[in-house]
Structure formats: structure tokens, C-alpha cells
């Protein structure tokens, strides 16, 4: 989830099944022999939202919104992490009842897949899946604030299948400091310090997205597993603060982490960037017209859809500059000059942000295989990006929580 919902949402595909056509049939077979055959894994998803209504079927192909089994499919995305995400002001209980509800909500659509989904906890559970054919479902947590300061509780989502937690969303929670708020604990609290032990501990990757640069440095310094970014960018080609400076990703990469590259345009484009915060009155009416178009409040899942629909339309009237998928390129790129193949990796946004022309959904994503082919990367950094990197982090934390375990239980 890349911005608070009811100031701003996400994107959808309007009008773009014509050209997902062409996309999949320009791509050369070569192209496809790879891609296909890799393992390709997103990090970040808010496809959760749309979940928790009844009515929506994750197995038919839809017009809008970017993940659906048919399209996931079509585009080779072989596993998702589904965020499990509410906004940072709900907090208490309230915050714990319905981050639980979404871990429900995604453990049941698995149910009701069996034949194209499973649910995976583990680098080699995917594997696994993949060998099987089936899309794997893993579940992030999106903001600390869902643990209502509780270790217990975040125990308890790792014991329901939870493999990440961005400590932050977009404000700053009890214990750490997120990037788009006002500093208040100089990063990381001592319980905040805690919190990132326990994940070691439990087997659950550190996500820094969306945290503040100091919050980020104290969980380098405390982590004792590598840590990644599940959906964040390069400051250099845009100065979003919950995107990473150079240093940061270079300081990421020497601790084995990887920066899953965001695909939201505000993210992605400083041009983007500066029409909106020029004018933050398209911001407030695009608002306007997502409570317009989404009477209830509470339907998060219109809300992001909507909210894409309603920026394209902005950007067809030229009120937004339009932003084409090659900057994905850009960023990925960009790290990947920085620090190598190994430590960049995928995180969409998917449903929860505004996508860029060409990267509408999932269908399109072997045009990135195809991107980075062209510009000269050998096929194993290409599947490393792809997936591999991401898959590396699982296994290695899973590594450090046995590890940790075995200590715990010789009474070290
Ligand atoms: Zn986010």
C-alpha cells in the first residue's frame, strides 16, 4: 500500500485488454522459455482488500485491478505476497481483529483453489509449488501497528503463516518511526528493538519499507538475518522519502539484503512526484471522487481500484504526467549498478497503487524479462531478479531462526 487510502488510491486496467494482448504476443519465445521457467515471486500486493468481499472470485479473470489467478498465470507471476494491511491510525484490538480477519481472508481463498494455489511458508515450499504448477500465496504484514505492542500477537501471525513485517506504514507506530512522519523515537525503540529480535526469531523477514532512514540503520545494526524492502525504490531517480538512497541499498546489500523495486508511479517518476505535490488539489479531488464512487467507507478494495481508474483519467485529461513501465527498468537497473543482480528483486504494488502505462497487471510481466535481457543481463541474474534473490532471504532467515531456536532451547 504505497499512500493512506481515503487521501489517495490506487489504479486499475481500464480499457487495457487490447494492448495486454499484443504484450503477451510481441514477447519471443526465448524470452518466454525463460521467464516462464523461473521462478518469479512479488513481494507486495493489496490484493488482500479485495479478498474481503464475498463476491469477489480471485480464480475468474477481471477488467480491473492487476492479480487474479487467470492473469497471475498469463504473466508467469508464480507467488505473492498478499499484504495484510489496514491504516496505521487503526490501532489497538480493533488493529488485531482485522489484520486477523485478512490473514483469513487469503487462507481461504486458498481453500477454495486447491488445485491452482497453496499456501507456503518456506523458500522450499515454493520451490516445491512451482515443480506442481501452483500459484503460492504467502502473507506480509503491513505496519507494527497490527502487533498492538504485543509479541505475543506477532507470534501469533507467524503461527497463521505470516513471513514478513513492514515494521511501519506510513505513520510512525509506538516503537519505530516510519519515513513519512515526524521522527519521535530516533528509529527504533528499545521494544522496537525487541520486535525485530522476536522476527529473527520466529523466522519472520524484517521489511523496511515505508520505515524512516534511522529506523532502517537500527534494524541493520540488531538484525541477524539479512532484511529486504518488499516494495521501495531508488531516492536517486525520485526523492519519495519511503524510497532508499544509494547508500542505504549499498548498506542493504552488504547484510544480504535485497530492495524489491515498487512499481507505483509516484514512486517511480519525479515527475509524477512534482505535478502532485504541486498541485495537491488533484490529490484532495481525487479523493472526492473515490468517496463518490466508494460509499462505504469501509470497501478499502473500491477504494484502491477506483482510485486507480480515477488517476488514469487524470492523466488521459493531462493533468498528471504519464508514466511508462520502462522506469521500472530505470530503478532496477539503478540498484542493480550499485550492488549487483543479487540483491534487487520485484514488489508491485499491485492493487494498492498506480501502475505504470505497460505494467498494468500481471499479464505484462515478462516484459521485464524481455527489458533486462536487452539491455545485456545474463539469464541468471535475470532469474535471480525475477525471484531468486527474494527466495535467497526466506531460506537464509529461516537459517538464522533455527539457529536462534536451537540456542533458546540449549538454554543459551
Ligand atoms: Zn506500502
Wanted: proline share 3%; net charge neutral; charged share 30%.
Amino acid at each position: 500500500m504505497h499512500w493512506p487510502i481515503r487521501r489517495f488510491a490506487a489504479i486499475a486496467a481500464c480499457g487495457s485488454l487490447f494492448v495486454m494482448g499484443l504484450a503477451a504476443d510481441s514477447i519471443s519465445e526465448n524470452v518466454k522459455k525463460l521467464h516462464f521457467s523461473s521462478i518469479v515471486v512479488d513481494t507486495h500486493d493489496d490484493t488482500t482488500q479485495r479478498l474481503l468481499d464475498p463476491k469477489f472470485d480471485l480464480g475468474s479473470r477481471h477488467a480491473d485491478g492487476s492479480i487474479d489467478i487467470p492473469r497471475m498465470k498469463e504473466g508467469g507471476l508464480d507467488a505473492i505476497f498478499f499484504s495484510i494491511w489496514i491504516s496505521g491510525k487503526i490501532t489497538g484490538p480493533e488493529a488485531v481483529e482485522r489484520a486477523t480477519k485478512q490473514i483469513n481472508a487469503v487462507r481461504e481463498t486458498v481453500k477454495k483453489h486447491p488445485k491452482e494455489m497453496t499456501l507456503a511458508t518456506t523458500a522450499a515450499e515454493v520451490r516445491a509449488a512451482k515443480k506442481q504448477g501452483k500459484i503460492v500465496a504467502l502473507m506480509g504484514v503491513e505496519g507494527g501497528h497490527m502487533i498492538n505492542g504485543e509479541l505475543g500477537v506477532l507470534r501469533k501471525y507467524a503461527s497463521l503463516g505470516v513471513r514478513y513485517m513492514t515494521l511501519t506504514h506510513s505513520v510512525n507506530v509506538e516503537w519505530a518511526d516510519s519515513s513519512t512522519d515526524k521522527a519521535m523515537h530516533n528509529g527504533l525503540s528499545d521494544f522496537g528493538k525487541d520486535v525485530v529480535r522476536e522476527m529473527n526469531k520466529l523466522g519472520v523477514i524484517v521489511d523496511i519499507s515505508h520505515v524512516s532512514d534511522k529506523t532502517f540503520y537500527d534494524v541493520l545494526a540488531i538484525s541477524k538475518a539479512p532484511v529486504f524492502a518488499s516494495h521501495s525504490s531508488c531516492r536517486a531517480i525520485c526523492d519519495a522519502p519511503r524510497n532508499m538512497t544509494d547508500q542505504m541499498i549499498k548498506d542493504l546489500a552488504s547484510k544480504g539484503g535485497v530492495i524489491q523495486i515498487n512499481y507505483h508511479v509516484g514512486f517511480l517518476s519525479q515527475e509524477f512526484r512534482d505535478a502532485e505535490r504541486k498541485d495537491p488539489s488533484i490529490n484532495e479531488s481525487i479523493a472526492q471522487e473515490i468517496k463518490k464512487r466508494c460509499p462505504d467507507e469501509n470497501d478499502e478494495g473500491c477504494q484502491l481500484i477506483e482510485g486507480d481508474k480515477i488517476t488514469r483519467e487524470y492523466v488521459a485529461a493531462g493533468k498528471l504526467p504519464k508514466v511508462e513501465w520502462t522506469k521500472i527498468i530505470e530503478h532496477i537497473d539503478r540498484a542493480v549498478k550499485l550492488v549487483g543482480a543479487e540483491h534487487v528483486g520485484l514488489g508491485s504494488d499491485f492493487d494498492g497503487a498506480n501502475m505504470p502505462y505497460g505494467m498494468e497487471d500481471a499479464t505484462m510481466l515478462p516484459k521485464i524479462t524481455e527489458a533486462l535481457l536487452q539491455k545485456g543481463y545474463s539469464e541468471g541474474d535475470v532469474r535471480k531478479i525475477l525471484g531468486e534473490n527474494t527466495l535467497r532471504v526466506m531460506s537464509e532467515v529461516e537459517r538464522v531462526s533455527k539457529e536462534l531456536q536451537k540456542k533458546v532451547a540449549e538454554g543459551k
